[in-house]
């Protein structure tokens, strides 16, 4: 009896076991003035990719802001696929999200 109990519980325990992802691309740019690009993709379809360039602040000429664009997509638990699409900059983080 202690064997099937310790079988199924071994059984039970590969099943919770994530399945190992690999990145299959992955691209980086830095730039000595601080701006930057960046994409990569996992094999389990996650995907993201990023951009940032210096820009001269809306509010004050004389000051140069960072901002910086990017998407990345991902499968929740449900199984369903969402792209979330952003901008970060002086005025603050303005993501969308799509159900894909």
């Known amino acids: 009896m202690k064997f099937v109990a310790v079988f199924a519980f071994l059984c039970l325990a590969g099943l919770c076991i994530a399945e190992e992802t690999s990145i299959v691309a ?45 998407s990345y997509e991902y499968t929740d638990t449900d199984g369903k696929r969402y792209l979330v699409t952003y901008t970060a900059d002086e005025n603050g983080y ?3 999200v799509k159900q894909l």
Do not use: C, H, W
């Open 26 to 70: 992955d691209d980086k740019e830095m730039n000595v003035d601080g701006s930057y690009n960046f994409r990569y993709e996992q094999s389990d379809g996650q995907k993201r990719e990023e951009k940032a360039e210096l820009k001269t602040s809306e509010t004050n000429p004389d000051v140069q802001a960072i901002s910086v664009s990017g």
């Open 94 to 96: 303005r993501p969308m």
